[in-house]
């Protein structure tokens, strides 16, 4: 069981929180009353500082409610279904658990050569839901996928040994799926016999074609074989010497059964052949003309295992397997089904007889007289090098090394996979303080290094700028975070190991090289990257990242803070015309959020928190949906735009890599509501959020009390001792006028401005009270090449329409609009669903709502006439070449301070747009004429 949370590693975490460091030894400096300028195990170069989970708690409200209902996925999912791939591929037990589907399991796409990546998202859901609630339900689930994976490490570092199962008459030998493990026989076991048996009891697990009982053969041209099913689904037997077109053969006429022992047997003797199945003769040919004598001796002589590669390894179990050089009766097939062979009239095979009785070791104990004792092996070789740790064979990553086009039904970016289980590993033992989690992604790092040290330069170019097969995710700033803890030379080494030259050389000149790449691909990267400047001070990482990122944002971003068009990047400021039903995957967000919040450790620009707080509110909320379910995290791949769009939220089966990701999302929404200046002199109030902070280093709670955004404002109360700090408070870049601050009923003077911080300094006493009011105005934003299409909010809030596709909904929005420039009057508020309106009878609601409703979050602007506060002026609304609009000339001044100002503005946009030639001077006067006999709303 997991021990409790320690202080030291409440305060370890607190620097660790998703992106930031691990800091061993901050929790010996929080009796300070304020952190010095570079706090130990903070990175100097960071200017503020995060929050740990557990300081961080949150409120009721809607990211409450949403966690809720993954912190109940976390306690219902079975995790030793997630422990399956792993213990599958070191041999050991599954204990009966079945595979996650998707891109976990063998029969997922690609293979599943992804397993085990869902596994590492888990680790991080369970540790980042333990520092949140307390919890021990988390911790101990916690524990005990850290102990598997500690028996698989030390199981893949052996032999496989036998996994001995109950069998049909005594123990059996079982190969779970995915142990790629086969017996291997000795070469004379035909012994050029001019006749032959085969027996064998066997209980398939799975109902691969191909999968070999018996193979024997040097290679893909002179073989004998026997598999449980071959294409049509039935048992077969073949023998040839000149490739599959030459092959004499035998067909069962049913498949075996899944889960159930049945006995095959085959007899070759004068040119016939006979296939039975359990007992009963279901296949005969006297043209079998070929034997182990025409094959001569063998090289390769295996039970579960084909001589071609391809081809799967038998899944199941073998029982009293027997060769005879002789071709048994039919009565003696028969009597097989009751009893062993060495309790038959038949004895033992005279060639080869293993029973399967043992219960350790890999060798199997030949019982025929020849001492032809047989060895379990893996087929992908020797046990594996010191700290690997996979859930499957270390072939993806030795394959990954010579490849030199994209292929991810081969190698599936296994480096990718390899930073899950790190970062999950490091996330669980910062929660639970357990040495085994450290120990193995300490081990991970140092393999990884002796693997990747010893490659050249070149190799490593290419290999991460393979699509997909060279993904590495954010590895580097996991072993960054590593290597903070242990300090050790090679982690660090690693870390620059994934240095992809030619995209951090463009992005830190400044050149958008985008176009093209795989999105998600490459945000990761960034990270890490701010984190190797971390660590090593080099600026070229650090520019680079920062350039990056405005090369997203926002040139490639959508309005609700998503970014990729069928996971890849089109070209710059090119936005309506990328939306499809695959835009924004919601890793993307996942990874931005991450790589702002990065950024504003270095630099405070507000412009980073303006984006978190978009796509935060918008994307990531809306990823998850709204409703429990113990089996799926229900979580979106893409979230796609286009008109009437019904979201997916358990897509290719469940545990994509953005329902990892979403899982995490939804146990850290509270991860960046509030950040301190290193030196301890500011809280910064990112976001406005239910929830109520702990700052231990001041003595000091913040309680912020909000339904945000259904409230447009926040109120914060301050607990605790007295502590000199300044309150830094976010202006939203949309809260165009009206914020206001006040501390215990009093106005804070200044002037706020929006896209920035304002700042209330004093010394904070027990029950402070600052109430921060917000207000939200209705709005447009319109894509950077197509004008007229817009997505509409109101404060951060992206309001959907409901309502079926495929075309794009059409709205006016100018008729009723306010003299402050709001659009809010021209539409009617749903009674009892706050942020819900309606606007020509469609239903407009939150982006944030997870519901399965067709949804449009962009729309088609239409103002076909020049209206004013619903006066209808009858003159058709002119636009200029670029889109622009009269009216939105016109309304572009607002604020108004009464109507005077906008009649005011009204006739000197006119006047210019009848000088230019675009409006009649009879157009014009009817439209001056409409807004000063309009009433208007504030």
Not at 515 to 521: D, K, R
Not at 550 to 557: A, F, I, Q, S
Not at 711 to 740: C, D, I, M
Not at 863 to 888: K, M
Request: with cysteine.
């Amino acid at each position: 069981m997991a021990r409790p949370l320690s202080r030291r590693t409440l305060f370890q975490a607190a620097a660790l929180t998703a992106t930031a460091v691990s800091a061993a030894t901050t929790g010996r400096a929080v009796a300070a009353p304020s952190a010095p300028a570079a706090a130990p195990g903070v990175p100097a170069t960071w200017t503020v500082r995060p929050f740990g989970l557990e300081d961080v708690t949150l409120g009721p409200g809607v990211f409450a409610g949403k966690r809720r209902l993954m912190l109940d996925h976390a306690r219902g999912y079975d995790v030793n279904r997630l422990l399956q791939v792993f213990r599958a591929n070191a041999g050991l037990s599954t204990r009966g658990a079945v595979a996650p589907g998707g891109w976990e399991g063998l029969d997922g796409e690609a293979n599943g050569n992804l397993r085990g990546h869902y596994t590492g998202h888990f680790l991080t859901m369970l540790a980042q839901a333990y520092r949140g609630t307390g919890e021990q339900v988390f911790a101990d689930r916690i524990a005990t996928m850290v102990g598997a994976l500690t028996e698989v490490r030390e199981a893949l570092r052996r032999d496989p040994a036998v996994l001995s199962v109950e069998g049909r008459f005594g123990r059996a030998a079982e190969n779970v799926r995915g142990s790629y493990q086969y017996v291997d026989l000795p070469a004379a076991v035909l012994a050029d016999s001019p006749a032959l048996t085969l027996s064998a009891w066997v209980r398939p697990a799975h109902d691969a074609a191909w999968a070999r009982i018996f193979d024997f053969g040097d290679d893909t041209t002179r073989y004998l074989y026997l598999t449980a099913r071959n294409a049509g689904g039935v048992p077969r037997f073949a023998v040839t010497t000149s490739g599959p077109g030459g092959e004499q053969g035998l067909d069962g006429t049913a498949p075996l059964p899944i889960g159930e022992w049945s006995h095959l047997a085959v007899t070759l003797a004068d040119g016939t052949g006979t296939l039975y199945v359990n007992g009963a003769a279901v296949a005969r040919s006297t043209d079998i003309t070929l034997t182990p004598a025409a094959l001569g001796t063998l090289a390769n002589n295996w039970l579960g295992r084909s001589n071609f590669p391809a081809d799967p390894v038998f899944a199941g179990a073998f029982e009293d397997v027997d060769v005879f050089s002789r071709a048994l009766t039919a009565d003696e097939i028969t009597e097989l089904q009751d009893r062993r062979a060495a309790d038959a009239s038949t004895g033992r095979g005279d060639l080869a007889s293993y029973a399967f009785d043992e219960t350790a070791g890999a060798t199997f104990a030949d019982a025929s007289g020849r001492d032809l004792d047989a060895t379990l092996r893996r087929t992908w070789g020797a046990p594996s090098h010191p700290g690997f740790l996979a859930a499957y064979p270390e072939t993806q990553f030795i394959e990954l090394e010579s490849m030199t086009g994209s292929d991810y039904t081969r190698v599936w970016a296994p480096y990718y996979t390899a930073h899950k289980i790190l970062r999950g590993l490091l996330d669980a033992y910062l929660a639970t303080d357990d040495d085994r989690a450290l120990d193995l992604a300490s081990g991970m790092c140092d393999w990884m290094h002796a693997r990747l040290s010893v490659l050249p330069a070149a190799t490593l170019q290419r290999m991460w700028g393979l699509f997909s097969s060279g993904e590495f995710g954010g590895i580097v700033e996991a072993v960054c975070d590593l290597h903070a803890i242990t300090g050790r030379a090679e982690h660090l080494a690693l870390a620059k190991l994934f240095d992809l030259d030619r995209l951090i050389d463009a992005c830190a000149a400044n050149t958008d090289v985008l176009e093209g790449l795989h999105a998600n691909q490459h945000i990761p990267i960034f990270t890490g990257l701010v984190r190797l400047h971390d660590e090593t001070g080099e600026e070229r990482y650090l520019t680079a990242a920062k350039n990056f990122w405005g090369m997203v944002v926002p040139h490639r971003m959508y309005a609700i803070g998503g970014t990729s068009s069928g996971e890849f990047w089109k070209a710059r400021d090119v936005i309506a015309g990328t939306i499809t039903d695959t835009t924004a995957e919601t890793c993307c967000a996942y990874n931005m959020l991450k790589l702002s919040r990065t950024l504003f450790f270095h630099e405070q620009d507000p412009a980073y928190m303006d984006y978190y707080e978009r796509a935060l509110f918008n994307q990531v909320l809306g990823s998850k949906q709204d409703r429990p379910d113990a089996e799926k995290p229900l979580v979106t791949y893409f979230i796609g735009l286009t008109p009437g769009h019904v979201r997916d939220y358990t897509p290719k089966q469940g545990t994509t890599c953005c329902e990892g990701t979403g899982m995490e999302s939804a146990t850290k929404y509270q991860d960046s509501v509030y950040f301190a200046k290193a030196d301890g002199s500011a809280l910064y109030v990112n976001l406005y959020s239910a929830s109520r902070l702990t700052w231990a280093e001041k003595g000091v709670t913040v309680t912020q009390t909000t339904r945000y955004p259904e409230e447009q404002g926040s109120t914060l109360t301050v607990g605790g001792g007295r502590a000199a700090f300044t309150l830094l408070l976010r202006v939203p870049s949309w809260a165009a006028a009206g914020f206001r601050v006040t501390v215990n009923g009093r106005a804070v003077p200044g002037t706020p401005v929006p896209g920035r911080y304002f700042g209330v300094s004093r010394t904070w006493r027990e029950g402070d009270t600052v109430r921060i009011s917000v207000p939200f105005r209705l709005r447009v934003e319109r894509t950077l090449d197509d004008p007229a299409l817009q997505a509409l909010f109101y404060g951060p809030v992206n309001l959907v329409a409901r309502q079926p596709g495929p075309d794009a909904v059409r709205f006016g929005l100018y008729g009723n609009a306010g003299l402050s420039g709001d659009l809010l009057p021209s539409l009617t508020p749903v009674p009892d669903k706050p942020l819900h309106y309606t606007l020509d009878g469609i239903e407009l609601a939150p982006f944030a709502e997870g519901t399965e409703d067709p949804t449009h979050a962009y729309f088609r602007r239409s103002e076909p006439r020049v209206v004013f506060g619903t006066s209808d002026s009858g003159v058709a609304n002119p636009a200029r070449s670029d889109g622009t609009t009269l009216l939105d000339e016109i309304w572009a001044g607002a604020p108004f301070r009464g109507k005077g100002a906008l009649v005011t503005r009204v006739r000197s946009t006119v006047a210019a747009w009848v000088s230019e030639g675009l409006l009649s001077r009879a157009d014009g006067d009817k439209v001056v004429s409409t807004a000063q006999r309009a009433a208007y709303a504030d």
